[in-house]
């Protein structure tokens, strides 16, 4: 990235892989599980985090020389709310549609640990531009493992891929628009996997994500 | 020497400073968005009405309403009659789709309130639909839906929402594989009792063949959110049994 120099491209680049929030700090693992059953549902969450803690860390950034230490992490949550409260609002008077998709992640945004975790460890230190870049670099680490999850997980759990896969695997009997007819690879026998809408196979797909990588990289591998 | 941002006084002028800007850039945008997000929400309304008496743009597989432009218009064209019910007595009454349920449900808590109970009129092609707006509890918050009948109490579409259930599994009871299950379903047994219809685990009938069986196939992992509804049809249609039962007479 020519825009960036290496110590500002770093932020965003470390997250998304070799300090990925989910797979190696373990943060924001709830929303992880919860919501990835769909990939839709991961797309849309990964934006918003985007959006809440990008503005989010500018905002914390800003006022980190005035904010007292003592109440620091109320403020923090407020901004949080805030942000989030103002997106909702926003969102159900221009595009209603969209805040229905979203309604039940909001009150997932602002329990999600990545956010605080940032705000804690990164913005309260640092000016706001390299405050942005660390708050978009860890949204996107988030959201890329949401995405991976939620891939897997909708189109093996349903055979359904974003209102696309009934074209990638044909159609099963059920939820079938020609009654009684089988077509593409489920005629061959294949069938979806029901336990892979339940939240314990997020965690067993999370799990293969994390081994991949390690084994990709041992150098991320701790030693105890 | 002591920090200026650790002071107690510091620390308490700080937080109701925050507290007064926060506070009123909150109030700023809720007040200034209300009338918008309110029409919002009545178009949903409409959409929801016109979605279970069959006024929708459905493709092969997915629910889609028709679009926000043609709303006001379809209503008033497909919607010939809106009633309210309350007790023995009903009464026509336009303004019957702002009717609140929730507030409804809560005000028979109050034990000389009469509750009201709309009921919609619809016409399309000939073809009468009675449309009746239920409300109910699924796993994580409400759910509620619209269900359209003929005068047997014959299920012609539903429409079925919710506001948190589990995506991919609760949160499915607004798919049409779901929904159109609903359609040609009896909600009277066969001694034209009120029986309401089961969202059933074991009836057997995956593809739904038996309309005649009060019940539909539930959806896997939503075991929760299934049971919901089918309490929130039973408990919210069965007021409208006498009507019916009224009508056919």
Request: glycine share 8%; with cysteine; hydrophobic share 45%.
């Amino acid at each position: 990235m020519a825009l960036l120099n290496k110590k500002d491209a770093a932020l965003i680049k470390d997250p998304l892989f070799d300090n990925n929030p989910i797979t190696i700090q373990v943060l924001g693992i709830c929303s992880a599980l919860a919501i990835t059953a769909q990939l839709e549902a991961s797309i849309v969450m990964t934006f918003s985090v985007i959006f809440v803690l990008g503005v989010g860390n500018v905002v914390i950034s800003l006022m980190r020389n005035i904010i007292p230490s003592k109440i620091r992490i109320i403020v923090q949550l407020i901004v949080v709310a805030t942000l989030v409260i103002i997106v909702d609002l926003v969102l159900k008077a221009f595009a209603y549609e969209l805040s229905k998709t979203l309604s039940v992640f909001i009150g997932l945004i602002i329990t999600n640990c990545i956010i605080m975790g940032r705000f804690e460890a990164f913005a309260l230190a640092n000016g706001p531009w390299r405050s942005f870049l660390d708050g978009i670099g860890n949204a996107l680490g988030y959201g890329v493992i949401l995405i991976i999850v939620g891939f897997f997980r909708e189109l093996l759990g349903t055979g359904d891929l974003l209102g696309l896969g009934q074209k990638l695997l044909g159609h099963p009997l059920l939820g079938n628009p020609i009654p009684g007819e089988l077509s593409g690879l489920y005629k061959y026998g294949y069938e979806n996997n029901g336990f892979m809408l339940l939240a314990p196979m997020a965690l067993i797909v999370l799990g293969i994500v994390i081994w991949v990588q390690r084994s990709r990289n041992t150098s991320l591998i701790e030693s105890h | 020497m002591e920090k200026k941002t650790d002071k107690n006084s510091y620390t308490i002028i700080f937080a109701i400073i925050m507290v007064i800007i926060v506070g009123g850039l909150l109030a700023l945008t809720a007040s200034s968005l209300k009338g918008k997000i309110t029409a919002n929400k009545e178009i949903e309304k409409k959409q929801n009405i016109l979605y279970a008496m069959g006024i929708n743009e459905n493709d092969a597989s997915n629910a889609k309403f028709i679009t926000k432009d043609k709303v006001a218009v379809a209503f008033t064209k497909y919607i010939k009659k809106q009633l309210i019910i309350q007790g023995d007595d009903v009464k026509a009454d336009d303004k019957a789709y702002l009717i609140d349920i929730k507030k409804e449900q809560a005000a028979i808590k109050n034990a000389n309130y009469k509750r009201r109970f709309p009921l919609f009129l619809g016409k399309k092609e000939g073809k009468i639909s009675y449309i009746v707006p239920i409300r109910g509890k699924g796993l994580w918050d409400a759910i509620w839906g619209f269900v359209s009948m003929d005068k047997n109490m014959v299920v012609q579409g539903v429409y079925f929402d919710h506001k948190g259930e589990t995506a991919g599994l609760g949160a499915n009871i607004n798919q049409r594989f779901f929904m159109d299950d609903f359609i040609g379903e009896h909600l009277l047994d066969k001694n034209n009792k009120f029986k309401g219809i089961a969202v059933s685990k074991s009836n057997n009938d995956p593809k739904n063949n038996d309309k005649l069986d009060n019940e539909v196939d539930a959806i896997a992992g939503s075991t929760i959110t299934g049971d919901g509804l089918a309490a929130m049809i039973y408990s919210e249609l069965a007021p409208y049994a006498s009507y019916f039962i009224a009508l056919k007479n």
